[in-house]
């Protein structure tokens, strides 16, 4: 066989029982005809500066919805929180430099990080932590991990039921210092907060409307750029991560 410099040649085998092949030469036929080379620079990146992978996707990007894998291995390139785990498993500030624990073990001071901000560039202030809490545990939110992730927290079981408006162990003490009082001391409480139902959300993209998350407004090193269900998902670059 002869064939022209430079190009390249590919067979395509196809295993199935005698009897099942009639059946499913249709499907062969279309997988052959979409057989097709990745193009140089796909969707505009080159290939040393992107990461293919194949995925179902994610079935939703809302951090307080998500209970899954699938979701959460996205939602957690595009929000983040006030702590998160190293390599190490070990917690590490995030959107917090620092924290301190009041001497009983109940009371977590956590001091953010000036110039941390959304995707549109608003500032990440205490504020919206606390409404990001509140929001989880809101029972119009019907989340399924709030209960898990955020009940040591004072006032979050009233809230969950209906009882609360508002959760009393989160109080903003200024712009850049949030404190979370707890109901007993408890060793494990900072990992918790390393679970998507506490990262932080933004009050104006989530009142948007019902799916707002599908344009997503977070705070993490990525930013979603395109979504088309169950066949392509981009995230790209955040440049304004901190």
Request: hydrophobic content about 35%; some cysteine.
């Amino acid at each position: 066989q002869c064939v022209m410099r430079g190009t390249q040649v590919f067979e395509i085998l196809a295993f199935s029982l005698s009897d099942d092949f009639d059946v499913s030469q249709a499907s062969i036929d279309k997988l052959i005809s979409s057989f097709q080379l990745e193009e140089p620079r796909p969707f505009g990146i080159s290939r040393q500066q992107s990461l293919a992978m194949w995925d179902v996707g994610p079935i939703t990007l809302d951090p307080a919805l998500a209970r899954e894998a699938r979701s959460g291995r996205y939602i957690r390139e595009i929000f983040s929180g006030l702590v998160t785990l190293d390599q190490d498993l070990q917690v590490v500030p995030d959107i917090a430099e620092r924290w301190k624990v009041s001497k009983d073990g109940t009371a977590y001071t956590f001091y953010l990080r000036k110039g941390v901000r959304f995707h549109n560039g608003r500032e990440v202030k205490a504020s919206d932590f606390k409404y990001s809490l509140e929001r989880a545990c809101d029972p119009e939110t019907e989340s399924p991990t709030a209960e898990t992730y955020l009940s040591d927290i004072m006032g979050v079981k009233e809230m969950l039921n209906g009882e609360a408006e508002e959760i009393d162990g989160v109080k903003v003490i200024d712009d850049y210092t949030l404190q979370i009082t707890i109901d007993a001391p408890k060793a494990y409480f900072l990992a918790k907060l390393t679970h998507s139902p506490a990262f932080v959300v933004d009050s104006a993209n989530v009142e948007s409307g019902e799916e707002w998350w599908r344009n997503p407004n977070g705070t993490g090193p990525f930013r979603l750029r395109q979504w088309t269900e169950d066949e392509l998902f981009i995230l790209e670059q955040n440049d304004i991560y901190c």
